[in-house]
């Protein structure tokens, strides 16, 4: 398997998430699971009550969460694979303003979107009256690691590296240490994926990710009180292992013991308990994200970036792929994006700028 073929698995099926995850934000597992027939496998157009519907998503399309995904990877490519501070700053500016999709923002992203456009002090957002210390929702939520692949797909086996690519993507708007160990999970899971390593590999380097990312943010943004996402990850791995072959009962036990929501400490753990309990199938880890309640799109599209890494686009589901690459291709242009990544990702570790 190439480079091109796993970054394309990856971009693909991240948005495959997305796209199928659009249908059931917000419901819960019992909802979804009676309108469905059980796991959602087929794209749909997002009712009403979700919020890609309420922003006019059709079938197959992808939200907020993968649109910001191609937007950061047409920037790295720009960039010859190194984005800093301004960079980013710009390419979110550029997403908010230009792509169709930025209609609706995670909170996080939101509030310092605005203050960007008014020139206001990013610092000030959130803070709790005249102190200067923000409230723990605020950068907490799980903005930063919806979006992050790129950052692993860049680094194949280097999670230092894409590490650290993710905290300038983490900045300013998920600027606490929960939410900058979450996207660092997510960033080390398919850098680790990029290397070719098997699913036991893939899950040490989401906990690893965790872990490195969870210094950086202690090291270099803020900390905030409440869980941490190494040790509900950990959790999630845990229930993922000893969990039998009824799909509702493991996600039911997710939702109730780790959680499923925006917060980065709930939903990245889940989907690395979903990645665990689907084994690396592509369909299923989609599916099953998919149907996991509240917030299922973006558990999706992160469970979805790790596995298209490990098993490439060959491997994907084709009917659904087709599906996918008709309804998104012409607005994100995925191809040359796979391939300006790709040839980052075949350099030499040294040549690839830090």
Known sequence: MDTLDR???SLFLAGMGD???????QWTIAEIAEAHGGLVTRFGTPPPDTFAGANGGRSAEVTDDASQMYYLARALVAGGGALDRAGW???LLDWADTCPKAGFMGPSTEGIVKALRRGEDVSRVGVIGRSSRKMTTVGNTNGAAMRVAPCGLVHPGDLEAA???AFVTCLPSHDTDVAISAACAIAAGCAQAMAGDGLDGVLGACLRGATIGERLGRERARAVAGPQV?????MALEIAGRAGGDDLRFLAE??????NSVLAAESVPAAIGVLAYAKGDPLRTIALASSIGNDTDSIAAMAGAIVGAMVGERRLPAALLAEFIEANRADYALDALAEGLAAI???PAAEVPR
């Open 7 to 9: 970054i394309r698995g």
């Open 19 to 25: 796209a199928l995850g659009a249908q059931t934000e």
């Open 89 to 91: 700053i710009a390419c």
């Open 163 to 165: 590490c650290e690519q």
């Open 230 to 234: 190494l040790a509900r990850a950990e």
């Open 254 to 259: 997710i939702e109730r013991k780790v959680g």
């Open 345 to 347: 990702a075949a350099q």
